[in-house]
């Protein structure tokens, strides 16, 4: 009997440090996505921080919609709301408030998270139509680009000397947990 025992204590024991060694990697990795969590926040704010008010900017409160995004071929149409901390982009897509305002020459960069109103942004090609209005005027962009870059690329921030809209997700689409790279779509001013 008790040699029938053992082949269970040894099973119990080994059943024990898998619970164990699987308790340990979710605990790890509980721990990285709170890292993860704390940088992306950081970096969050940096980039919401407001700009210097000059003619190209407007000075608007975080959190304020400034106008909507409209994407024909989607059959969607989203609020655009100034800034792009967790809270703004639960309530539609954000405006990087750094980047200039939507109409105006120069880089305006409008983000979304992938799993909501950005999550068919990858069917988009060139020469689809997107609309923006906001308080200056309707503004069309016809889709000029799509690329994936990876999540510290700053490139897609920087200055144009055209009037261009960048919009900027997360990639892959189905990706679980923190994605590594960006889908980001250039379109260029039409009117």
Excluded: W
């Amino acid at each position: 009997m008790k040699n029938a025992r053992k082949p269970i204590l040894v099973l119990a024991i080994l059943a024990l440090t898998a619970g164990g060694v699987s308790t340990g990697v979710a605990l790890v990795q509980i721990h990285r996505m709170n890292n993860f969590k704390s940088s992306l926040a950081l970096e969050t704010i940096k980039l919401s921080k407001p700009p210097v008010v000059n003619a190209l900017y407007s000075p608007i409160k975080l959190g304020e919609v400034i106008g909507i995004i409209s994407i024909p071929k989607l059959a969607e149409v989203y609020p655009i709301v100034q800034g792009t901390d967790e809270k703004d982009l639960k309530e539609g897509v954000g405006h990087y408030v750094n980047s200039v305002m939507p109409g105006v020459k120069d880089n305006s960069v409008l983000s979304g998270h992938r799993d909501s109103v950005f999550s068919k942004l990858g069917r988009l090609v060139k020469g689809d139509l997107i609309i923006v209005k906001t308080s200056s005027g309707t503004f069309k962009y016809s889709v000029t680009r799509m690329r994936i870059v990876l999540a510290n690329d700053r490139t897609v921030i920087v200055p144009t000397p055209t009037a261009t809209l960048t919009l900027s997700t997360c990639y892959p689409f189905q990706f679980i947990g923190p994605a590594p790279k960006r889908y980001i779509v250039s379109a260029r001013l039409l009117s």
